[in-house]
């Protein structure tokens, strides 16, 4: 089994545990850790935005990462959310395992 991580920004901690939620119960991904006061500075529509934002972080099977992502666009509400994914090489095979065993349908 391969996992993957799946690195979202979004507006606030609610919207962050709301997208969490449905993504765990849904069994899309295995869990989630939601990090509250991230500071993000990008450029969008031409002008500098330099903002507070809530990172979350979902660990999934990668296999279950398009779909993780069409899940996560349909309950974001940005425009152009950042959703960006990362294959794990290598972890805690036993942990690595759980997240197999929690996304499988």
């Known amino acids: ?9 979004t507006t606030n901690p ?3 545990a709301r997208i969490g939620e449905a993504l765990v119960t849904e069994r ?10 991230v500071r993000s500075i990008y ?5 500098i935005h330099d903002k507070m934002e809530t990172l ?6 990668t296999l279950r990462v398009d779909e993780t992502i069409d899940r996560i666009r349909c309950l974001h509400s940005y425009q152009c959310p950042c959703i960006v994914t990362w294959c794990l090489d290598a972890g805690n ?3 690595l395992d759980w997240i197999g065993q ?4």
């Open 28 to 37: 899309l991904v295995a869990s989630v850790n939601i990090i509250d006061q």
């Open 43 to 47: 450029r969008w529509e031409k002008e």
């Open 102 to 105: 929690e996304t499988t349908q």
């Open 93 to 95: 095979n036993a942990y």
């Open 1 to 9: 089994m391969s996992a993957s991580l799946v690195y979202v920004t």
């Open 14 to 16: 609610d919207e962050a």
């Open 56 to 61: 979350l972080i979902a660990k999934t099977n």
